[in-house]
């Protein structure tokens, strides 16, 4: 992972939608280069099958996928669901 976000933080107000709503929008994590870069990986995915994922390869994708398991490990992400889940 080369293009790491520039740390984050989580305002008071996301932290509280979290905790009512189960979820917060939007949290920018990626740079550009970084989204691009995983989105290759699922188009090259799809280039080569003729179709998206589907069925089974949809659960646990990070497992099959080394772009998936570096996008559900990726820092920022990490950081944004631990301020969110923080106590």
């Known amino acids: 992972i ?5 740390a984050m933080h989580l305002t ?9 709503d189960g979820c917060v929008f939007p949290i920018r994590v990626l ?8 989105r290759a990986g699922l ?7 003729g179709a998206p994922i589907h069925g089974n ?4 994708t990070h ?6 398991d570096e996008l559900v ?4 992400i990490l950081d944004a669901v631990a301020q969110a889940t923080a106590h």
């Open 31 to 38: 740079s550009p280069s970084e989204a691009a870069g995983y």
């Open 63 to 68: 497992l099959l996928f080394t772009w998936a």
């Open 2 to 6: 080369t293009d790491i976000v520039e």
């Open 57 to 60: 390869l949809r659960h646990k």
């Open 43 to 49: 188009e090259a995915y799809e280039s080569a099958t």
């Open 12 to 20: 008071d107000r996301q932290v509280a939608d979290f905790r009512r």
């Open 73 to 76: 490990h990726h820092p920022a």
